[in-house]
């Protein structure tokens, strides 16, 4: 795994990975951010005065796709939290906490990419300066709104440098975002086209569609999100029966009989006492984490020394790890698995289950509808009493709208396919066959030389780009094989990390991987993308084949 002798100036650390957390206390520093969570704990002196400060103060946000843990420059796998707790307790083991092999990559790129990186993102920024000093001077045309004369005295509406950025870097591919659809995001979808004859200050639509693109982008991980009549039949049935909105609180009028099945089917599903769902993901967490915590949290989150989440890297968290950590500390454990639920696990029940866990280690389970149930809204699960405070406490509760009919019966209908309630053996096939879309996809990106983060069961996979002109060559080169993909660049990203992020889907059929991985190897010679110094497989049909041949 790598040297194993820190050096003296180093902090000591321990590392797990998981959502981003970034929470300073005293003396100490923990950041962590993903598929998972990764915490790290700096500090000058030894663990014991660190353990005295933590006390109950850690309250851990975690989801899945994660920033890596500790990287070494030439290693492909992250550092084991446990192997270097271990260290700090004198070699004294703390003993196994996985029942299985848990691998990440995070491989480094050759140095010669982070320098041309920062070479590129000079350029740019250089060229930006220039283009202000002509729009200053009216040698260019000011597209961006300015302010008038008259309000000069007043408080600027943005930051002139702030926006530096959008106006000079990300205006010029700005055209591979916010692409407007006019299908179910699907396996495919079909793309209103649009052009820019103002370099992407504004856009208009030609009129034609382009048809049958490979999907690659959305979150469909379970292939719920379909238009197949006899599917939805439920669905249609509960919109004509209930109309499409509630337009109350759950607190006033806005709890029907739709909403208490389906709590107590997500309660069944999880394995735990109580849950309650809420219209909106997002809404989520923002709606109850003040309803949880107290205000000394929320003003430590306010001044920086809150919670981040992300879910750029492809990895998983490694709960038993962040178990552990709990435990030890008396923490309290809150679980985002936005992502992860219904994507992960051997029947879709998320890392609690992938890591063969009980629920009950988890105090807070959280999760949306809106990814693998092709839906909208979440849910908070766990002991009765946490969901019955939740209910009079929650600022969703009282003042947001109560998730409509329809769509609560939309994720009813994934789930009891998940279950097996439907009668059908559905649900295990779409979790079985994300599981090997998933594996396949990984593996040739893998043998084509690409560099690649996260772990081999996570359906998010980035494929890292680094410079910033290869951003929007990439996009629009995939467009043109009719290839739909998101690209992500800084501040989302490190800055010399910029990548395409690929979701793997149930639906996505071998025809169609194989379809973008064939523009993929084409592509990443044209753009030199193929970084990885590891030497490709020399036999990838083995890892195809149940018997194993050896050759003479």
Same mark, same amino acid.
Request: charged share 25%.
């Given at each position: 795994?790598?040297?194993?002798?820190?050096?003296?100036?180093?902090?000591?650390?321990?590392?797990?990975?998981?959502?981003?957390?970034?929470?300073?206390?005293?003396?100490?520093?923990?950041?962590?951010?993903?598929?998972?969570?990764?915490?790290?704990?700096?500090?000058?002196?030894?663990?014991?005065?660190?353990?005295?400060?933590?006390?109950?103060?850690?309250?851990?946000?975690?989801?899945?796709?994660?920033?890596?843990?500790?990287?070494?420059?030439?290693?492909?796998?992250?550092?084991?939290?446990?192997?270097?707790?271990?260290?700090?307790?004198?070699?004294?083991?703390?003993?196994?906490?996985?029942?299985?092999?848990?691998?990440?990559?995070?491989?480094?790129?050759?140095?010669?990419?982070?320098?041309?990186?920062?070479?590129?993102?000079?350029?740019?920024?250089?060229?930006?300066?220039?283009?202000?000093?002509?729009?200053?001077?009216?040698?260019?045309?000011?597209?961006?709104?300015?302010?008038?004369?008259?309000?000069?005295?007043?408080?600027?509406?943005?930051?002139?440098?702030?926006?530096?950025?959008?106006?000079?870097?990300?205006?010029?591919?700005?055209?591979?975002?916010?692409?407007?659809?006019?299908?179910?995001?699907?396996?495919?979808?079909?793309?209103?086209?649009?052009?820019?004859?103002?370099?992407?200050?504004?856009?208009?639509?030609?009129?034609?569609?382009?048809?049958?693109?490979?999907?690659?982008?959305?979150?469909?991980?379970?292939?719920?999100?379909?238009?197949?009549?006899?599917?939805?039949?439920?669905?249609?049935?509960?919109?004509?029966?209930?109309?499409?909105?509630?337009?109350?609180?759950?607190?006033?009028?806005?709890?029907?009989?739709?909403?208490?099945?389906?709590?107590?089917? %997500?309660?069944? #599903?999880?394995?735990?006492? !109580?849950?309650?769902?809420?219209? +909106? *993901?997002?809404? &989520?967490? @923002?709606?109850?984490?003040?309803?949880?915590?107290?205000?000394?949290?929320?003003?430590?989150?306010?001044?920086?020394?809150?919670?981040?989440?992300?879910?750029?890297?492809?990895?998983?968290?490694?709960?038993?790890?962040?178990?552990?950590?709990?435990?030890?500390?008396?923490?309290?454990?809150?679980?985002?698995?936005?992502?992860?639920?219904?994507?992960?696990?051997?029947?879709?029940?998320?890392? %609690?289950?992938? #890591?063969?866990?009980?629920? !009950?280690?988890?105090?807070?389970? +959280? *999760?949306?509808? &809106?990814? @693998?149930?092709?839906?909208?809204?979440?849910?908070?699960?766990?002991?009765?009493?946490?969901?019955?405070?939740?209910?009079?406490?929650?600022?969703?509760?009282?003042?947001?709208?109560?998730?409509?009919?329809?769509?609560?019966?939309?994720?009813?209908?994934?789930?009891?396919?998940?279950?097996?309630?439907?009668?059908?053996?559905?649900?295990?096939?779409?979790?079985?066959?994300?599981?090997?879309?998933?594996?396949? #996809?990984?593996?040739?990106?893998?043998?084509?030389?690409?560099?690649?983060?996260?772990?081999?069961? @996570?359906?998010?996979?980035?494929?890292?780009?680094?410079?910033?002109?290869?951003?929007?060559?990439?996009?629009?080169?995939?467009?043109?094989?009719?290839?739909?993909?998101?690209?992500?660049?800084?501040?989302?990203?490190?800055?010399?990390?910029?990548?395409?992020?690929?979701?793997?889907?149930?639906?996505?059929?071998?025809?169609?991987?194989?379809?973008?991985?064939?523009?993929?190897?084409?592509?990443?010679?044209?753009?030199?993308?193929?970084?990885?110094?590891?030497?490709?497989?020399?036999?990838?049909?083995?890892?195809?084949?149940?018997?194993?041949?050896?050759?003479?």
């Amino acid at each position: 795994m790598g040297n194993n002798n820190w050096p003296d100036h180093q902090a000591q650390r321990v590392v797990v990975n998981g959502s981003h957390l970034a929470c300073r206390l005293e003396g100490f520093h923990v950041c962590g951010g993903g598929e998972g969570i990764k915490v790290w704990i700096r500090a000058a002196g030894h663990m014991e005065p660190i353990r005295a400060q933590l006390g109950k103060t850690l309250s851990v946000l975690l989801g899945i796709w994660c920033q890596p843990a500790f990287k070494h420059e030439d290693e492909t796998e992250t550092i084991h939290s446990n192997e270097l707790y271990e260290r700090q307790k004198n070699g004294v083991s703390n003993g196994t906490l996985y029942k299985k092999t848990f691998i990440e990559h995070f491989e480094q790129a050759p140095m010669y990419v982070a320098v041309f990186t920062f070479v590129g993102f000079a350029v740019g920024t250089i060229f930006g300066y220039l283009r202000d000093f002509m729009r200053a001077w009216g040698l260019e045309k000011r597209n961006i709104a300015a302010e008038r004369e008259q309000q000069k005295d007043f408080v600027p509406l943005y930051q002139d440098f702030e926006n530096f950025y959008t106006r000079n870097l990300y205006l010029r591919i700005r055209d591979n975002w916010n692409r407007p659809i006019c299908s179910v995001p699907g396996p495919q979808f079909d793309l209103m086209e649009r052009v820019t004859d103002d370099y992407n200050w504004t856009f208009r639509f030609t009129g034609r569609t382009i048809k049958n693109v490979i999907n690659m982008g959305s979150y469909n991980y379970l292939g719920f999100a379909e238009t197949d009549v006899n599917a939805l039949k439920t669905v249609t049935i509960e919109l004509e029966k209930y109309g499409t909105g509630v337009c109350s609180t759950r607190q006033e009028m806005g709890t029907l009989d739709k909403h208490v099945e389906l709590e107590k089917l %997500v309660a069944t #599903f999880l394995g735990v006492e !109580d849950a309650m769902v809420f219209g +909106m *993901g997002f809404a &989520t967490n @923002s709606m109850n984490i003040p309803a949880l915590v107290g205000k000394v949290f929320l003003q430590r989150a306010d001044e920086g020394y809150g919670i981040i989440t992300s879910n750029m890297e492809g990895s998983i968290v490694r709960l038993p790890e962040i178990v552990s950590l709990k435990n030890k500390y008396k923490a309290y454990l809150y679980l985002d698995e936005a992502h992860s639920i219904g994507a992960v696990g051997a029947t879709g029940r998320g890392v %609690v289950e992938y #890591f063969g866990m009980s629920p !009950d280690d988890v105090d807070v389970l +959280m *999760g949306t509808f &809106t990814k @693998s149930f092709g839906a909208a809204g979440g849910y908070i699960a766990g002991k009765k009493g946490l969901v019955d405070f939740l209910r009079t406490h929650s600022h969703s509760a009282v003042y947001a709208t109560s998730m409509c009919p329809p769509v609560a019966e939309q994720i009813i209908r994934a789930m009891k396919c998940l279950m097996g309630l439907d009668g059908t053996t559905q649900g295990l096939q779409r979790v079985r066959q994300l599981e090997k879309n998933t594996r396949y #996809f990984r593996r040739k990106l893998h043998e084509m030389g690409f560099i690649i983060y996260g772990n081999d069961d @996570s359906p998010v996979v980035p494929l890292l780009l680094y410079m910033p002109g290869k951003i929007g060559a990439f996009a629009r080169r995939m467009l043109e094989k009719n290839i739909g993909v998101v690209v992500v660049g800084f501040p989302a990203t490190p800055i010399t990390e910029s990548r395409a992020r690929f979701c793997v889907s149930a639906a996505h059929t071998r025809e169609m991987l194989d379809t973008v991985l064939n523009a993929l190897d084409e592509l990443g010679d044209f753009l030199h993308l193929k970084y990885s110094r590891y030497s490709k497989s020399s036999h990838p049909e083995l890892y195809e084949e149940s018997r194993l041949e050896l050759e003479d």
